[in-house]
């Protein structure tokens, strides 16, 4: 089946997935040097294109009777899960060798740039490559995509791999040179075939510095606080949105696409710079959005339901972009890159938790709205 309850265990796989993919990233990162987390990459990748094909067998179909949630979890963990793993550990690890590679560019647009794939993968699928493909066709068709995945990253991590060659070699030869200069002063001489020689070098090390610190080079317990309950305030808004407009309002096809399309979209447009977001044009607009959405959650039996759809669409988005917004302008160094992104899954993972799992266990309507 295709409803609400089915979308929401499975957007829980993802983002409880998704958790797994970031902690891998965060602490191969920091417990691993560059060359061994290339290694231990490229062995994943291999595993994860042993795991193919997705498709799940025929003794998967869930029975009539009880609880889908727990079969629905364990099909997804059987068919996709460590593709899923290991691609879902992709941004955070690529923008990680990224700043590493170029320090004091901002890694953050990458983020965005990921959303934009999964909004344009988000809108493409229910009205092209559902009504195209048969289902064995989509699986095969995703087995190559993730070769061509797997190409890609094997590209990165062999790129990583000659950088950090070229580093430490410039650290052994650093030395060298200045011995060398040394040496031609006392002897009176201009070291200038030195310079010659080792210029690049000099050129590379101030290229590879730590950028210099920003206002959050230091993030406070307050910070790692919001890094995880603002993702998860608007994991909350997203879910329940979903289910009050496919349940309550109205039961329309692919309607759970417009909330989440919305969502990401406010990923995209937060990361992408920070003059979209302005605190009190958007501070305005979520006291309406609030007011907005409390109107029609009590109005709902003489409310047209495309104008609710509406009200609770406008609502979610401004919502998310205020939480989004504020978490960007949170975000840290980059030397903490990993731990702010693993916590944003985390967030995502407890929203997504308390709306598909404690939510119906502890309220008899959908109260988590």
């Not at 997935?17 to 231990?40: C, E, I, M, N």
């Not at 190559?144 to 062999?158: E, P």
């Not at 890159?337 to 799992?357: D, E, Q, W």
Request: positive net charge; hydrophobic residues 45%; charged residues 10%.
């Amino acid at each position: 089946g295709g409803g609400p309850g089915v979308w929401t265990t499975c957007m829980l796989f993802f983002q409880l997935l998704l958790l797994g993919g970031y902690t891998y990233a965060h602490f191969s990162s920091h417990w691993l040097k560059p060359r061994r987390q290339a290694t231990v990459h490229l062995v994943l990748l291999a595993v994860a294109l042993a795991w193919l094909p997705i498709t799940p067998n025929d003794s998967w179909k869930p029975q009539a009777t009880g609880n889908p949630t727990l079969h629905i979890l364990a099909l997804l963990a059987v068919s996709v899960g460590l593709p899923y793993l290991v691609l879902s550990a992709t941004g955070p690890l690529v923008q990680h060798w990224f700043s590493r590679s170029k320090p004091g560019v901002s890694p953050y647009r990458l983020y965005a740039l990921s959303n934009v794939g999964s909004l344009l993968a988000l809108m493409s699928y229910p009205f092209y490559f559902e009504t195209h493909f048969t289902r064995h066709a989509q699986a095969v068709l995703w087995a190559w995509g993730l070769a061509v995945y797997a190409v890609a990253c094997g590209f990165c991590t062999v790129k990583l791999w000659k950088a950090e060659g070229q580093s430490l070699e410039s650290k052994v030869q650093g030395p060298k040179s200045e011995v060398q200069s040394q040496k031609a002063e006392v002897r009176g001489q201009e070291p200038e075939s030195s310079t010659r020689r080792h210029g690049p070098r000099i050129t590379y090390h101030a290229s590879h510095r730590s950028p210099a610190p920003s206002i959050n080079s230091q993030p406070s317990t307050l910070d790692h606080l919001l890094w995880l309950l603002l993702p998860a305030c608007a994991s909350v808004l997203l879910l329940a949105t979903t289910n009050e407009m496919c349940q309550d309002v109205a039961v329309i096809p692919f309607l759970w696409v417009l909330p989440l399309a919305l969502y990401l979209l406010s990923f995209i447009i937060c990361f992408d710079s920070p003059r979209w977001y302005k605190r009190v044009p958007f501070g305005l607009a979520l006291s309406a959005a609030l007011g907005g959405i409390c109107w029609a959650l009590f109005q709902s039996s003489q409310t047209p339901a495309f104008l609710e759809i509406d009200i609770y669409a406008a609502g979610l988005f401004v919502c998310c972009m205020v939480c989004h917004g504020e978490l960007y302008r949170l975000k840290p160094d980059p030397r903490y890159l990993t731990g702010y992104y693993l916590r944003i899954a985390a967030g995502g993972a407890l929203g997504g938790v308390f709306v598909a799992v404690i939510a119906p266990l502890i309220f008899t309507d959908y109260f988590e709205l």
